[in-house]
């Protein structure tokens, strides 16, 4: 089965940064696969940030492009996500998502084409 597992989250105050990171511990290669990183509110739905295609093809959510960034190291099966010029907006519980198909039918920003997630982790921006 696919297991992913994030890092990186924490505090950081206003305009700050953080990197992200969530590792596929098996049954995954991040080459053939769409990923992506979402990010809920409390009380909220998960709603798309990034996302990046088994070709690498990226795309963002309008509220963060310019600011984040997301990448991927095939070789060491790890998906990142560099956040800039953070906002107490930007405040969640993030968590990576590999699709259920190699490339989503749909909008690859919406969860419902994501079959494995992460146990999220939490940023604070203060």
């Known amino acids: 089965d696919v297991q992913l597992v994030e890092s990186g989250g924490g505090s950081v105050q206003f305009g700050g940064s953080l990197n992200l990171s969530c590792v596929a511990l098996?049954?995954?290669?991040?080459?053939?696969?769409?990923m992506a990183w979402f990010r809920q509110d409390p009380g909220k739905d998960r709603r798309g940030v990034a996302f990046i295609t088994g070709d690498g093809k990226r795309g963002y959510a309008d509220d963060v492009k310019g600011r984040f960034t997301i990448s991927k190291d095939t070789a060491k099966n790890t998906l990142h996500l560099q956040m800039a010029s953070l906002s107490p907006e930007d405040a969640a519980i993030y968590y990576c998502?590999?699709?259920?198909?190699?490339?989503?039918?749909?909008?690859?920003?919406?969860?419902?084409?994501?079959?494995?997630w992460g146990q999220g982790t939490q940023v604070t921006v203060s």
């Open positions: 998502a590999r699709a259920a198909l190699q490339m989503p039918t749909g909008s690859p920003l919406d969860q419902s084409e994501y079959r494995y």
């Open positions: 098996s049954g995954h290669s991040y080459s053939t696969y769409c």
